[in-house]
């Protein structure tokens, strides 16, 4: 292929000083940009080629201890080559990481949890009275309130009503379902027998919390509920009759 001017005149048996035609200079100069493209990208497909691909290799995780000193504990930050750098020494940190077990654990165990399951009434037990209730709180527990009951109490029924176990001690890892198989007294055989039901703990402790606890904010928010959801129903209704 000609590579300039004077290699077409030759080619085509044309004197130097004679113009080219105008479709081989426009054929020369469409030669010329295709060989400059061509050694561009071939320049280009080189240098991959050649190329190396470095891989980098993953951080490594480093573990250290934490210092303690008097309740304060030094921070440390490490990177990824696994140099501990001195960050912060900061104060008043908790050296217990895990959650704080409910002050009242035992007793909801023990007492509440057995009127929550069971299907004895409330009236004829002692802690399924409020009266009762406190008197036994005063005798039996002294380092009990009934405000602390109410309030770990709300915090099991709000893990109920997330389907969540609630756990009320983690040391001896003491945990309260959110739900339980029914049972009824077959009197013919003697025995209490699984009737196939499965019933929520927290729409018995809404109602032993509004009752026997005597929560006044758990009652307000029942009735609130309850009178939305009517509402909602007259209004559906009333829709209905329209169409």
């Not at 080619?11 to 295709?34: D, G, Q």
């Not at 002692?126 to 008197?135: A, I, R």
């Not at 309850?226 to 209704?237: N, P, S, V």
């Amino acid at each position: 292929m000609p590579r300039n001017t004077d290699s077409y005149a030759t080619l085509l048996e044309v004197a130097l000083t004679h113009p080219l035609p105008p479709c081989f200079a426009l054929a020369h100069r469409n030669t010329c940009l295709l060989q400059q493209r061509s050694g561009y990208f071939r320049a280009i497909r080189g240098f991959k080629e050649n190329a190396t691909v470095e891989t980098k290799e993953p951080p490594k995780l480093s573990s250290r201890k934490i210092s303690f000193k008097e309740q304060d504990v030094k921070v440390f930050v490490y990177n990824t080559k696994g140099i501990a750098t001195d960050v912060s020494f900061e104060k008043n940190i908790p050296l217990c990481i895990q959650p704080r077990s409910i002050a009242s654990g035992r007793f909801i165990q023990r007492a509440v949890w057995m009127c929550l399951v069971s299907n004895i009434p409330w009236g004829g037990t002692v802690w399924g009275q409020y009266h009762n209730l406190l008197e036994n709180i005063r005798v039996f527990h002294p380092c009990l309130t009934i405000d602390i009951i109410r309030s770990d109490l709300r915090k099991i029924y709000d893990t109920f009503r997330r389907y969540r176990t609630a756990v009320i001690n983690y040391k001896q890892s003491i945990r309260l379902p959110y739900q339980y198989p029914e049972r009824l007294f077959n009197p013919k055989n003697r025995q209490w027998t699984a009737t196939g039901r499965i019933i929520q703990v927290a729409t018995k402790l809404r109602l032993y919390l509004i009752k026997v606890i005597r929560d006044s904010e758990i009652a307000a928010v029942s009735i609130q509920t309850a009178w939305r959801r009517k509402l909602a129903y007259k209004t559906i209704q009333h829709i209905k009759t329209l169409k």
